[in-house]
């Protein structure tokens, strides 16, 4: 018999606000960039840091490695990760995490990924006015 896993929705004890981001946020690791782009979500989860989302067309691909690790938030769903396998093969072991079906009330996260800041080097910062 398989335990059945608790399943939450965000509200006043547990708020999770989804929002398109103002700034521009690129993730390194060393200096190869990894994720740039101006198309980011910001995750404002109760009392957590903000997180920062990034659609994973805007994400170089060719660093990451499905991993098996594997995790549960009962406001959100099942995660997933990726390591990043980079140039000179360090291996950040489950430092990409996704929702690949993420509950309804985080839906806006789906295809993007997020980065654990104690792994690479994520930096969010205005982006440059448009000349019009």
């Known amino acids: 018999m398989t335990e059945a896993r608790a399943r939450r929705t965000p509200g006043p004890d547990h708020p999770i606000v989804v929002d398109r981001s103002a700034l521009h946020v690129i993730v390194r690791n060393g200096s190869a960039v990894i994720a740039e782009t101006d198309r980011a979500l910001e995750m404002h989860e109760a009392s957590y840091r903000v997180v920062y989302y990034i659609p994973l067309d805007d994400v170089d691909r060719s660093v990451l490695r499905p991993s098996v690790h594997h995790t549960y938030c009962p406001f959100k769903g099942e995660a997933s990760y990726y390591d990043i396998i980079d140039s000179n093969r360090t ?30 080097n994520v930096t969010a910062t205005p982006r440059e006015a448009t000349v019009r």
């Open 91 to 120: 291996d950040l072991t489950a430092a990409v995490w996704y929702y690949p079906d993420p509950f309804p009330a985080v839906a806006a996260i789906d295809g993007h990924v997020a980065f654990y800041i104690d792994r690479v």
